[in-house]
């Protein structure tokens, strides 16, 4: 089955720094790869998703890339704020979500 | 949009003692619902998926008797824990997921279930 590694499990950025997480996938028949992010005692909120036939994607400050060839993906946010302090997940689909493991992002004032 | 209800957020009760989880789609039509399980700094782990109007499948592990898991309606699903014990104490979120193929999955707020 699928497996999605996850990394790194925490980053430390100073607000106004850009932050990136990787993902890594498995089983080149996935084909929709979601970020989403979950704060302290709430449920995964969804960020930003992208589809196989799509290589880039932009929402304001946040961006994913999809290499498929490669099996990885990446959230990049920019200029950082101290409200984007969460725990943020990648997930990669054929037909139900696999999750990475998660990253612990903190955003320094 | 997209927004999905779950209920209640908090429940803290005795041993062997059942408790009833609702998730409800409340502005979509959910084809299909998930229950997740997370514990602590970590990830989500899948424990069923339920299609409305069919019996769930249940992920590897997860007991059928002990996660009951109805999904009667196409914005409701309910996960009953039977007969539960400390070591059911865990973070359960529920995610829906509307009709056509690759739709998004949207997620509850979790209940945070303590049984003591």
């Known amino acids: 089955g699928e497996n999605v590694e996850q990394h790194p499990s925490t980053l430390s950025v100073q607000e106004g720094d850009s932050a990136v997480i990787k993902c890594t996938y498995s089983?080149?028949?996935?084909?929709?790869f979601p970020w989403y992010k979950q704060e302290l005692g709430k449920g995964p909120q969804l960020i930003i998703d992208?589809?196989?036939?799509?290589g880039e994607k932009k929402d304001q400050r946040i961006a994913v890339t999809l290499n498929k060839t490669a099996k990885h993906f990446s959230l990049h946010i920019t200029e950082t704020q101290p409200e984007d302090s969460a725990v943020y997940f990648c997930?990669?689909?054929?037909?139900?979500?696999?999750f990475g493991q998660g990253t612990r992002l903190t955003i320094n004032p | 949009g997209a927004v999905v209800s779950q209920h209640p957020s908090w429940v803290i009760c005795k041993s062997g003692t059942s408790v009833k989880i609702e998730c409800r789609s409340l502005?979509?039509?959910?084809?299909?619902m998930f229950w997740y399980r997370q514990f602590p700094k970590q990830s989500l782990m899948l424990m069923a998926t339920?299609?409305?109007?069919?019996?769930?499948?249940?992920e590897q592990g997860v007991e059928k008797d002990k996660f009951l898991i109805n999904h009667a309606s196409l914005t409701l699903s309910t996960l009953t824990v039977t007969s539960a014990h400390p070591e059911d104490s865990s973070f359960y979120i529920c995610?829906?997921?509307?009709?056509?193929?690759?739709?998004?999955?949207?997620f509850g707020d979790g209940t945070r279930l303590s049984i003591l």
């Open positions: 995610s829906a997921r509307g009709e056509g193929g690759n739709q998004p999955q949207h």
């Open positions: 089983d080149s028949a996935s084909n929709y």
């Open positions: 992208i589809r196989s036939n799509v």
């Open positions: 997930a990669a689909s054929i037909r139900e979500l696999v």
């Open positions: 502005d979509f039509q959910a084809t299909t």
């Open positions: 339920s299609n409305e109007g069919s019996k769930a499948t249940y």
